[in-house]
């Protein structure tokens, strides 16, 4: 994909779905795009960032797309998940309409996963689809979010309920934007990362374990990898369920309590990747209960998590009825089933379950979860 000299290419990751799959390139200086790589072609392209990855590297993204596009335009959205809403995907529609973008129009996304969400829906929804192009700049974004085809906004009753599946034409993972990334984002992002282990493969949590500290001091050889064996992953489980009809909801471990959390303490309050942090330990602990992992198990988690710089302790979400305001949160969660909620569960082996639990056990592991 890139021939600068500058630029190297480290890894590339097929994803197979027919006639919508696409490449994940990985590497080291990828904004800088060379004039004879393979991009979707169009009449323009239109840049989505926000105000806080806009000044660090959107001029760099312009000027390497300049050569294949006759337009280069860009729309800058407000920076965070509380606006990852209607006003904010109507500012694209704004900027794509009000300078005639066409049906042959591709759309980038660089930025985090808020911003791929959101150009992801606008790209399915603009004139009823048109081209698009992840370029992630956190590891989140990098590891999960910008590979897969889930776009979204979120509602204020529930996280990412108004969406499309709508595959990217390509994915480009520049590991030098991670150099910027806050500490706690960094962080989040991590979280993504270890949920790999669990519900996919046990020597990939070792690994993580072992270079736990090379990936908090950003190493470039750890995290390449991290990115790369993540992104196979998930390229594997979307490739088999694209739409998530079964085994695609094993991603989500961890999710069905985080986004409970996310949703319950205001979106943006807590980081996307820290709720799914301690989501994960919750529903590990909520495997322990129901006989799948044992103690050991969660502690290890658990230590692997408190580790990753994230939080294990849950947040008490409503002071006179805790419990209940979980419950009904995960009860909007796009997994649950005639109002039963189904739970990411784990082995202990690798190897993830998506099942229901009795409300009473569920109610225990939260109470013990947020206890001080
Ligand atoms: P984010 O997009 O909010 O980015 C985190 C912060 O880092 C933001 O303030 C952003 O402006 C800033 N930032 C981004 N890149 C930077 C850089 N290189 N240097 C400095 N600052 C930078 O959050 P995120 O963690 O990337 O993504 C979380 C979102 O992704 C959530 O909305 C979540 O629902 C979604 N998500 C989607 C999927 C999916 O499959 N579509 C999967 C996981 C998460
Ligand atoms: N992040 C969950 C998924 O892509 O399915």
Known sequence: MNDNASALLVHQVPIALGDRSYLIDIGHGLLDIAPNASLPQGSSA?????????????????????????RVLSVLLPDGEAYKTWESLNLIFDALLSQACDRKTV????????VGDMTGFAAASFMRGVPFVQM??????????????KTAINHPLGKNMIGAFYQPQRVICDLQTISTLPERELSAGLAEVIKYGPIADMAFLDWIEQNMVALRARDPVALAHAVQRSCEIKAHVVGQDERESGLRAILNFGHTFGHAIEAGMGYGMWLHG????????????????LGLVDGDFL??????????????????????DNVGRYLSLMRVDKKSEAGEIKFVLIDGQGQAIVRGAPDAVVSEVIAESCAP
Do not use: W
């Not at 989501?279 to 495997?287: D, N, Q, Y």
């Open 46 to 70: 239109l840049v989505v960032s926000n105000e806080t990855v806009a000044p660090l590297y959107l001029e760099r993204l312009k000027k390497s797309l300049a050569p294949h596009y006759p």
């Open 107 to 114: 759309l980038f996304a660089l930025g985090g996963g808020v």
């Open 136 to 149: 992630p700049t956190t590891l989140l974004a990098q590891v999960d979010s910008s590979v897969g085809g």
């Open 274 to 289: 820290e709720a799914v942090g301690c989501g994960m330990v919750m529903a590990t602990r909520l495997s322990m209960r």
């Open 299 to 320: 502690q290890r988690i658990t230590t692997l998590v408190e580790g990753a710089g994230l939080p294990v302790r849950a947040p008490v979400l409503d002071v006179s």
